[in-house]
């Protein structure tokens, strides 16, 4: 079983829209969380960082949200462009050579 | 102005041949690292390697091994490829600050990815 849980799989969402991304984890220890954004073809981009001190941290129109008691993580998209049609992925790592992804979540914004 | 580049981008080839795979990061990083894609999307690390250490994901064949000729390039070299072997590779950098410890918060740039496909 993946210790990285993301949902939902897929979302579609109409331009101008919010959207509210969810990772799930059982990776113990904790040290820090990201969320990456990898477009069709493309290599992932980073879009935060998190350490368990953390609870919140934005990039733009991004956010990202962080409780570390409950091993609960969000990505939350405001005022949908039709260019954050990506995959978003959450990982989750002890150490860099312990790190897990998840699966992904595939958005796709439509006009 | 590439941050990191790979190449060949595409890479078509028959079971049972070596093969390289180029990556050169422009950004002065000194951690380097090998990622495989496979085609569930799962992104699974499989080196990260600076001038003083290599970490190998004990889970990748000795078939894979990765060559820096120096600080700014981490070539991945297969040997006797296998149909298994197919799967998009990235390449990635970071600099990681002070010592390797539990607690990272450097960035990683990825490269635009190699497609493999072994036939």
């Known amino acids: 079983k993946n210790q990285v849980e993301q949902s939902p799989q897929s979302l579609i969402i109409l331009e101008g829209k919010n959207c509210t991304l969810q990772?799930?984890?059982?990776?113990?220890?904790?040290?820090?969380l990201r969320w990456y954004k990898q477009d069709t073809g493309r290599g992932p981009v980073s879009l935060t960082i998190?350490?368990?001190?953390?609870n919140t941290k934005s990039n733009g129109r991004y956010t990202a949200t962080l409780d570390a008691d409950t091993k609960q993580s969000s990505l939350h998209i405001t005022a949908s462009q039709l260019s954050d049609s990506a995959s978003y992925i959450c990982?989750?790592?002890?150490?860099?050579?312990?790190?897990?992804f998840g699966a992904g979540t595939r958005l796709t914004v439509k006009p | 102005d590439t941050a990191v580049s790979q190449t060949p981008k595409y890479l078509v080839t028959q079971m049972g041949n070596d093969k390289s795979i180029k990556c050169e990061q422009n950004?002065?990083?000194?951690?380097m690292y090998w990622y495989k894609q496979d085609s569930k999307k799962f992104l699974k690390i499989m080196f990260s390697?600076?001038?003083?250490?290599?970490?190998i994901n004990e889970t990748v064949p000795n078939r894979f091994s990765p060559k820096s000729p120096d600080k700014a390039h981490l070539n991945l070299h297969i040997n006797s490829l296998e149909l298994g072997d197919s799967a998009v590779y990235f390449c990635?950098?970071?600099?990681?600050?002070?010592?390797?410890?539990?607690?990272?918060?450097?960035?990683?740039?990825f490269g635009p990815g190699t497609r493999l496909t072994v036939l």
């Open positions: 998190m350490t368990f001190s953390e």
């Open positions: 990982v989750v790592s002890a150490d860099i050579d312990d790190m897990r």
């Open positions: 990635a950098s970071s600099q990681v600050p002070g010592q390797w410890g539990p607690v990272r918060t450097d960035t990683q740039y």
């Open positions: 990772c799930n984890y059982t990776v113990s220890p904790f040290s820090n």
């Open positions: 950004l002065g990083h000194d951690t």
């Open positions: 390697y600076n001038n003083k250490e290599l970490i």
